[in-house]
Nanobody, 121 residues
Framework: QVQLVESGGGLVQAGSSLRLSCTAS????????MGWFRQAPGKEREFTGL???????YYADYVEGRFTISRDNAKNTVYLQMNSLKPEDAAVYYC???????????????WGQGTQVTISP
């Protein structure tokens, strides 16, 4: 069974950086696109960014060049580097796997449990 495990969340100050990791098991990792989503309290889960099998990336508009997604297929791990964090970036961040790169959550077949990111003003 495919398992995705996120790590790296925590409490940081606004303006600082954080790197989230997501490690996959029981998955031919390099064959899949990986997405990052987030969900803030009282809000719907929203797309943050993705990386396709070839390493190409795509981001939501609100990222505004602050986040970078990368992958290390040898480690079955995808990363979300977040810089210049804002209070509105506070959310639970999830990674997910898909057959092909897409921005809708319904297209992802496996999800991690999420990691909390909290931003202090």
């Amino acid at each position: 069974q495919v398992q995705l495990v996120e790590s790296g969340g925590g409490l940081v100050q606004a303006g600082s950086s954080l790197r989230l990791s997501c490690t996959a098991s029981a998955l031919a990792f390099s064959n899949y696109a990986m997405g990052w989503f987030r969900q803030a309290p009282g809000k719907e889960r929203e797309f943050t960014g993705l990386i396709n099998r070839a390493g190409g990336t795509y981001y939501a508009d609100y990222v505004e060049g602050r986040f970078t997604i990368s992958r290390d297929n040898a480690k079955n791990t995808v990363y979300l580097q977040m810089n210049s964090l804002k209070p509105e970036d506070a959310a639970v961040y999830y990674c997910a796997a898909a057959q092909a790169a897409r921005t809708d959550a319904q297209g992802y077949f496996s999800w991690g449990q999420g990691t909390q990111v909290t931003i202090s003003p």
